[in-house]
């Protein structure tokens, strides 16, 4: 890559256009499904900025991979704790995420992201599932809380008894399990 080529990526204030590049860059990895074909694109572009600003003088703090600690969780059968166990896990990745700068570290984290998404959709697996479900049709977190405190009231508090009581589960739940069923089909072990 060229000065001018390193340039034309970030601009003549080019520490402040990596920045808010990077910054962007991160916004839309943080609403994209974890899906490694997804990731792609923004890891491309993420390298090309980096090769950019290193071309121009910019250089990273070296991070030690090993310190993230972005171990998958083991899940609770209970889906109460599960998804509390989820949001959580998923929340520390976000502030992994906001914090990485350099391309190796945003590529482990990454991939945290969808061994979590992974180990959590199987949870939820069911043999009905919805091949038109859209499954980057992520629900509020607030709905799907609102709707397991539902089923509990019913008498629900597993996975399989939402497979057991699908009759009378609610309907947000059962969206749910579709479109974490057809992520996990899809997507399961190969991200």
Not at 123 to 141: Q, R, T
Request: aromatic residues 10%; charged residues 30%.
């Amino acid at each position: 890559m060229t000065k001018e080529e390193a340039y034309a990526y970030l601009g003549e204030e080019w520490e402040e256009g990596f920045e808010e590049q990077i910054f962007t860059l991160k916004q839309q990895l943080l609403t994209l499904v974890p899906i490694h074909k997804l990731y792609e694109a923004k890891l491309s572009k993420w390298k090309k900025l980096e090769e950019a600003f290193i071309h121009l003088g910019g250089q990273f703090q070296q991070v030690d991979l090993s310190q993230l600690k972005l171990e998958t969780p083991i899940f609770s059968d209970n889906i109460s704790d599960a998804f509390k166990t989820y949001q959580e896990y998923r929340n520390r990745l976000k502030i992994s995420l906001l914090n990485s700068v350099d391309s190796e570290t945003v590529i482990v984290v990454l991939d945290s992201f969808i061994k979590l998404e992974v180990s959590y959709a199987a949870l939820w697996h069911s043999e009905d599932f919805d091949d038109n479900i859209i499954i980057s049709n992520v629900p509020d977190p607030m709905e799907i809380l609102k709707a397991i405190k539902c089923f509990e009231n019913l008498g629900g508090k597993t996975f399989k008894d939402l497979i057991e009581m699908a009759n009378v589960a609610p309907e947000t739940l059962k969206r749910e399990q579709k479109r974490l069923t057809l992520y996990h089909n899809k997507y399961g072990e190969n991200g």
